[in-house]
């Protein structure tokens, strides 16, 4: 028999729920009113745990454009590359804040992946499973908010703004699932109630009430999680104050550039900071199969303050450590510029930036042959990456989950993590 | 004024010239002008020379003297005019004919003296990557090409024009030669004479200055701005016309064309007519001419069909009666400005579903030719018979 | 060691002795009697007390909702709890059975069975229904599920081709589905590499995919409405090329044979070699083969000779009911995973085949069962006791969410409502359609809870409006204590108890305009723990 395909050991929801540091009594105590963040014994433990903001280049951004230049090949386009920081590592000339502080970025530029178009890509790099296997296979982001999040915590785990990933929890289930912010960071549908506040808090009061009525002799599983999750939703809707950062942003506009992908990213940053485990921020516009030059300059302009932005203002705060910051899509862009000045979806060389989190900075991991046709050296699959990631996360990159009865691992077996790039 | 009959005056540089008008209707491609280092990005005649330049995606910029008579092999170029580090965007010629300007994506505008002197001769093969490109293919039986070869003059002297600090993305020289305006990627418009370089207007838009025209009398500029994002708030397009002492805008046609990126913009020899076209990668045959009155910014007339996936040139013919429109369809098509009529059509749609570009057009100043830039890498030349 | 094990032996003599013997009443006794010599015998191995029988109100909730997929009206269950009939749940369950809504019902189950909530072809299959109106039309014409099953292979009636059309061009994906669901089987690993611990290859793999390799799914467009066929190619073979991790491009496979699952290679004629497809033309159907393997598949899959089928429905339908399967997860019938209760899985699968494969004969034994009706409270936590000691709790599906709520309310009163505005739609499917983990786990979630507490698509059914449950409360002129004793009954089932009744109409009392105040009391008991659930 073999060992690697058991079934019947599972973590049960149960398991979950310890880690939830319930009470006893089923009821979290109601904080209606009370201050924005929940003090369980979870949260000590969670606090420690990395967290990991993803900045996704929904997509797909051209790696020749911006960290893998080929200056002088005709694959080489109009952008011409800056020196960074870092001695060896140029970046294009369009990304000059971001090249101020490469010392803290790893670039992967030898990315070969698998699936070379959007549904089946953005699926892919969310998830490093192929989306033709029909598993649910979970985001990158549940799985972090399984491992490293507090489900006792007054917000959502597991954040995302604008376009961004496709697959949801997955097997994970809906205790994991995204909870959406629209581009401009607004809260999404029904987080707005339509009671007056204390019309909201004795409509709860008596709902506690005939909770507490009904959990005095029903004592399954399924009530007490239907409770615990109306409490999180109502606790969400007290703590929402965190998501306004109206009165942050004149300050921080400057740094972060004022762009909606800017403002997303300093609401990543307050989000960590309040101890959200996992935000994704999409920034739209990189499928540029037509003007690609056009598109990246104008994208850049936007990436640059932002992504430079928030990991200075993380590294200030003292939260980069636990911090990983990932920058990617789902596909790279051709080497070749075609006949619409545009760069199609290339997956055989292409490249992914990580940053904070333990990860090693000012690094260049694989490198691309002289126009970036193929990878040259240390190619990294999906699987590496997820596992690069999750290790540095702390979470075991092998954990295994039953889907229906199958089981399943985070990464696909064979999945190394790359050591070099963690510190 | 405008009957066409009367002399010119050799001061009189907006009214039409006269001329026997070719005949519009028969055009014939007299030669293709071979050059595929990369895309042919620009093309001008030199004055009332036989001189055609023509500029690329890397910089490049050389110079062709031109049969008198359509017919025979296509002549080869003679001068090459060395400076640029990247995309040329746009060429223009002083109608003396003595000074050839080029706007380029490496923040600059060159000022070439057409007489100087040169620093020496290089060879060029014409058709170096049609060679290099079989030759990775010959295992699949693909044919290499003979090789074109060619004899340059090689010009390293000229002035930069250097106030702006972003890609230069277009630019318009009016037709007494004496006044530029330029535009660049950071939203930038000067205005500025050409004989000193000094700098006469300059002021920002909002998005990134992109189809640009400086009226006959110079008191007006059109700017179609753009911001290119596709799925974003953030993105932007506009068309306004400014007042171009003041550098205040005058009309805002944004309404009017909302959403839509202007490629280019021409003003008529008597500035009575402002033709704007239709770029960016739109959708079917919407990237069309629309003619303006530039008194009150009322739209006159849009000619059909338009270019599909979108408009990259405009050139008003000198007869001032017609102009020439170029797209992302490697088509070149001749209007009557009046009716609104299409003349004739030059060239045809090629390639798959998605074509080759002609990013420039160019009129001879007696009208009997037409030079247009082909990112297929090469200047194609039209000839009208008369 | 040695004595334990003797021991162990001993005890495995005497536990199968009386498992015969109790087999052989069984010949004799009702089904739902064996139901619970078994049940019984197990509670006893185990030292388990299963929960006291349930209350009336307790009971009538959960027959109507796993019969008829709602709750039942104000006037229903003051009608069932005021009835001395000693027999009026067994004379509940006849009328039940017999009713539309429970045609209806089943066919919203077994759509969600063969479907799920992301079919394959999704374009396709987003919309169904015309399945749902066939698939509805079987269970009020009592089809037996042989037939039913034989038809969704087939693919021939109007209506029943989109089971198929879900797999368009992925006969794997057919191979994994119809084993799942059909035989109770897991092939999916055995798609890569010969599976881990069953004794499934990949050549059992790709010999069932054989059967689906042929079909060929049909389009045509009328208007904008598409419509589909399923035909049938007269060749065409599974290649198969070894384990997924000694693939190399350009490999090719060898052909497979078709061969039913665990049992023979089809016996089939020859492919004649120069045999020639017609080509597809738009409008025309490809014409029958002479030789129909998607035919031999039916007949071996719904055949009673079949080693899977009937356990595989008999364990399905046992667990729709009674929470988890005697063999569990239901649709992993395989060496390790043994029955909890063999004989009584035996037994029903025995007496079901005997019976036709009449479902709702099955369902009228299982639910008439002391098992089925034992109470749903106590101490025990699991949602699917493990020894069927406490009825299970399962979250309502989204479609019973929605029924439910326009019942409970009063929703449609004075008016019928058309057929389709009794599904869920987008919004209930988004945050009720998937409320478990992969396991089958409930998990409460933020989304359904944001979307309970804020949005108006859940006010409404709590909102005063002329009619509905609030509008009769509001209008009643009956004490606060009455309104809300009718409040539990309408919107619980049950009476209130004298504490609710004491806090409710505190709670009712405590603003002069009482608008506002009925309209929160309902919203509080729709969506509470004990609403959410069957249980």
Redesign the interface.
């Known amino acids: 028999m073999n060992p690697i395909c058991r079934v019947g050991e599972h973590l049960s929801r149960r398991a979950f729920l310890k880690g939830a540091a319930v009470t006893g009594s089923g009821l979290i105590l109601p904080n209606w009113g009370g201050l924005a963040h929940a003090k369980s014994a979870a949260e000590g433990a969670t606090k420690a745990k990395k967290r990991c903001i993803l900045l996704w280049m929904n997509g797909g951004a051209s790696q020749i454009d911006t960290f893998d230049m080929k200056p002088g090949r005709p694959t080489g386009g109009p952008f011409r590359p800056i020196q960074s920081k870092v001695t060896g590592l140029q970046v294009c000339e369009y990304l000059p804040k971001v090249a101020a502080v490469a010392d803290k970025l790893a670039v992967i530029r030898s990315m070969q992946t698998h699936s070379p178009d959007h549904p089946d890509g953005i699926y892919h790099m969310h998830t490093c499973y192929k989306m033709s296997e029909r598993t649910p296979h979970p985001e990158l982001g549940a799985v972090i908010a399984k491992f490293n999040g507090d489900q006792a915590s007054d917000l959502p785990t597991f954040v995302r703004m604008g376009s961004c990933g496709n697959a949801g929890s997955g097997y994970l289930g809906p205790a994991h699932e995204p909870f959406g912010l629209g581009r401009d960071g607004k809260l999404g549908s029904f987080s707005t109630p339509y009671l007056a506040d204390d019309a909201e808090k004795k409509r709860a009061e008596l709902f506690r009430f005939v909770e507490s009525e009904f959990a005095a002799d029903h004592k399954a599983e399924p009530f007490e999680s239907h409770r615990t999750a109306k409490e999180r939703a109502w606790r969400l809707l007290r703590a929402k104050t965190v998501f306004d950062i109206s009165k942050e942003w004149p300050a921080a506009k400057e740094r972060y550039g004022d762009s909606e992908f800017g403002r997303g990213c300093l609401m990543a940053r307050k989000l960590v900071e309040a101890g959200v485990p996992f935000v994704e921020v999409g920034q739209e516009n990189y499928d540029s199969h037509a003007d690609n030059f056009v598109c990246h300059k104008a994208n850049m302009q936007l990436l640059d303050p932002a992504y430079s932005g928030l990991l200075t203002d993380l590294a200030e705060r003292g939260l980069l450590q636990d911090t990983l910051v990932v920058w990617m899509g789902e596909v790279g862009r051709t080497p070749g510029i075609n006949n619409r000045a545009g760069r199609d979806h290339f997956i055989r060389a292409w490249t992914i930036v990580l940053a904070g989190g333990g990860v090693k900075g000012g690094q260049i991991y694989g490198s691309t042959d002289a126009d970036g046709k193929d990878v040259k050296e240390n190619p990294v699959s999906e699987g590496d990456l997820f596992a690069t990631i999750y290790k540095a996360l702390g979470i075991n990159h092998r954990a295994k989950h039953l889907s229906g009865v199958r089981p399943v691992w985070l990464t696909p077996e064979g999945s190394q993590p790359l050591q070099e790039l963690l510190g | 004024m405008s009957s066409g009959t009367n002399e010119n005056r050799p001061d009189d540089l907006t009214t039409p010239r006269r001329f026997a008008v070719p005949d519009l209707t028969k055009p014939t491609q007299s030669w293709t002008l071979t050059w595929d280092a990369?895309w042919v990005t620009s093309v001008a005649f030199i004055g009332g020379t036989r001189k055609v330049a023509a500029g690329n995606?890397r910089g490049g910029i050389l110079v062709w003297d031109l049969p008198e008579k359509p017919g025979g092999d296509a002549p080869k170029p003679t001068l090459r005019l060395d400076g640029h580090t990247?995309?040329v965007s746009k060429l223009a010629s002083t109608p003396d004919s003595k000074t050839l300007l080029s706007a380029s994506?490496d923040h600059t505008v060159r000022l070439w003296d057409t007489a100087a002197a040169t620093t020496g001769e290089e060879k060029l093969v014409l058709n170096a990557m049609a060679i290099a490109d079989a030759e990775r293919r010959k295992n699949n039986g693909a044919k290499v090409p003979p090789p074109m070869p060619a004899t340059v003059s090689v010009v390293k002297a000229s002035e930069v024009f250097d106030a702006h600090k972003e890609?230069v993305v277009n630019l318009d020289l009016t037709r007494d030669g004496q006044t530029v305006i330029s535009g660049d990627?950071g939203g930038h418009v000067i205005i500025w004479d050409r004989a000193t370089k000094a700098v006469q207007k300059r002021w920002q838009v909002k998005g990134?200055a992109y189809a640009l025209a400086l009226s006959p009398d110079k008191k007006q500029a059109c700017v179609g701005e753009r911001?290119?994002?596709?799925?974003?708030?953030?993105r932007h397009a506009a068309i306004k016309l400014w007042n171009a002492t003041t550098g205040e805008a005058t009309t805002d046609l944004s309404a009017e064309f909302k959403g839509m990126h202007m490629a280019a913009a021409a003003y008529s020899l008597d500035g009575k007519v402002l033709a704007v076209g239709r770029g960016?990668?739109s959708d079917g045959p919407s990237g069309i001419v629309t003619l303006l009155d530039p008194s009150n910014g009322k739209k006159i007339k849009a000619l059909a069909p338009g270019h599909i996936?979108g408009l990259t040139d405009i050139a008003f013919h000198p007869d001032g009666k017609h102009l020439a429109s170029a797209g992302?369809d490697t088509v070149v098509r001749v209007w009557e400005v009046a009716s609104g009529k299409l003349v004739s059509e030059l060239g045809k749609s090629r390639?798959g579903q998605?074509?080759?570009?002609v990013h420039a057009v160019s009129w001879s100043t007696d009208g009997a030719w037409l030079a247009a830039a082909d990112?297929?890498g090469s200047v194609q030349m039209w000839h009208f018979p008369n | 060691m040695r004595r334990v094990r003797t021991l162990a032996i001993a005890t495995g003599i005497l536990a199968s002795l009386l498992c015969e013997l109790r087999q052989a009443r069984a010949a004799e006794d009702t089904v739902r009697q064996f139901i619970d010599t078994e049940l019984k015998a197990g509670w006893q191995k185990k030292g388990i007390t299963p929960a006291p029988r349930s209350p009336d109100a307790e009971f009538l909730r959960r027959v109507y909702l796993d019969l008829v997929g709602t709750v039942p009206t104000y006037d229903e269950t003051v009608a069932f709890l005021s009835d001395k009939e000693p027999k009026k749940r067994e004379k509940l369950i006849d009328k039940l059975l017999a009713e539309p809504r429970f045609a209806r019902h089943q066919a919203d189950v077994w759509d969600l069975v063969l479907f799920g909530r992301h079919p394959g072809n999704i374009d396709a299959t987003r919309k169904r229904d015309g399945f749902k109106v066939w698939l509805t039309k079987q269970f009020a014409d009592g089809v037996a599920y042989d037939q039913l099953v034989r038809e969704l292979l087939q693919g021939e009636q109007p209506g029943s081709e989109l089971f198929q059309v879900q797999f368009r061009n992925q006969p794997e994906e057919a191979t994994i589905a119809v084993s799942r669901i059909f035989l109770g089987t897991q092939l999916g690993c055995a798609k890569c590499h010969d599976h881990p611990y069953d004794k499934w290859t990949q050549k059992d793999f790709y010999g069932m995919a054989g059967f689906f390799v042929r079909i060929v799914v049909e389009e045509a467009t009328a208007g904008n409405v598409k419509t589909y066929t399923i035909a049938e190619k007269a060749s065409g073979e599974v290649l198969f090329s070894g384990a997924a991790k000694d693939q190399q491009p350009g490999k090719k496979g060898e052909p497979v044979k078709p061969r039913f699952l665990g049992g023979t290679d089809l016996a089939e004629p020859p492919t004649p070699k120069d045999v020639k497809e017609p080509a597809p033309k738009a409008g025309t159907k490809l014409p029958k083969p002479p030789f129909s393997r998607k035919q031999k598949l039916a007949d071996w899959v719904t055949s009673t000779d079949n080693p899977f089928f009937a356990k595989a429905v008999a364990n399905r339908v046992w667990a729709q009911f009674m929470g988890r399967g005697i063999v569990h997860p239901i649709d992993d019938f395989q060496s390790e995973n043994v029955p909890s209760h063999p004989a009584l899985l035996t037994a029903l699968a025995e007496r079901l085949t005997a019976k036709k494969f009449d479902l709702k004969w099955l369902i009228r034994e299982i639910v008439n069962s002391e098992a089925y009706q034992l109470a749903g409270s106590g101490a025990v936590t699991d949602a699917l006791p493990k020894s069927f000691e406490r009825a299970r709790v399962r979250p309502l599906i989204a479609e019973e969410i929605v029924l439910s709520l326009r019942t409970a309310t009063a929703f449609d009163l004075g008016s019928k409502p058309d057929e389709k505005s009794l599904n869920p739609d987008d919004y209930f499917l988004r945050h009720f359609g998937e409320p478990t983990n992969g396991q089958g786990d409930f998990q409460g979630s933020l989304s359904e809870h944001l979307f309970w507490n804020n949005a108006e698509q859940v006010r409404v059914f709590a909102r005063r409006k002329k009619g509905n449950l609030t509008d009769q409360l509001l209008t009643s002129t009956d004490p606060w204590e009455k309104r809300v004793d009718r409040l539990f009954l309408t919107l619980l089932n049950r009476p209130a108890k004298p504490n609710e009744i004491a806090k409710f109409v505190e709670f009712l009392k405590s603003d002069p305009k009482p608008d506002a105040r009925v309209e929160d009391a309902v919203w509080v008991l729709l969506t509470s723990s004990e609403f959410r659930f069957n249980h």
Request: charged share 25%; aromatic share 26%; hydrophobic share 35%.
């Open positions: 990369d995606n990247n995309c994506y890609w990627d990134w911001y290119p994002l596709v799925f974003d708030s953030g960016g990668e996936s992302r390639g998605f074509k080759d570009w990112m297929a």
